[in-house]
């Protein structure tokens, strides 16, 4: 039985070991912000942060995470407490279906942890994983430009009566 940190609560897993990460949010702890698209490793929409990296849930097995900190969507933010990356992503109106989002995020929220100075170019290529088969890849990188501004301090205030 894998003993994993989620959200900064404990779990003791009662699927087998060999389980996908992603069934077992999903199924066993009913976190289903993470979403089942491939399930081979090849389109990002089940990632979630390991230990400060993104990984791919669909192709982790739990074993894997025994005793490390996993972070989800829902440990980012509520409906009613948005966290910025979720702001942002609200702002900039980011999400046509959804169904790409909560794993662009978490691949992101990864990223500014590391380093929040990020250049467009850097937030391209750490995107480059991810597919949206709705095309709004400029919306989110809009999205994330504006969460790593807001987190790096450099956001520029709107004009008055624009968005913000
Ligand atoms: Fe995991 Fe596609 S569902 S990468
Ligand atoms: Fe629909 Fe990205 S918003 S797949």
Redesign the pocket.
Known sequence: MANVTINGTSHAIKAAPDTPL?YVLRNELKLNAA?????????????VIVDGEAV????TPVELVEGRSVTTLEGLGSRENPGILQQAFIDEQAAQCGYCIP?MMMRAQAMLQRNPRVSDRQIREEME?HLCRCGTHMRILRAIRRAADRVAGTLVPSAPGGRS
Do not use: D, M
């Not at 979403?35 to 990632?47: P, R, V």
């Open positions: 992603l979403k089942f698209g491939c399930g081979l490793g090849q389109c990002g929409a089940c990632t791919f849930s669909c192709v794993g994983p």
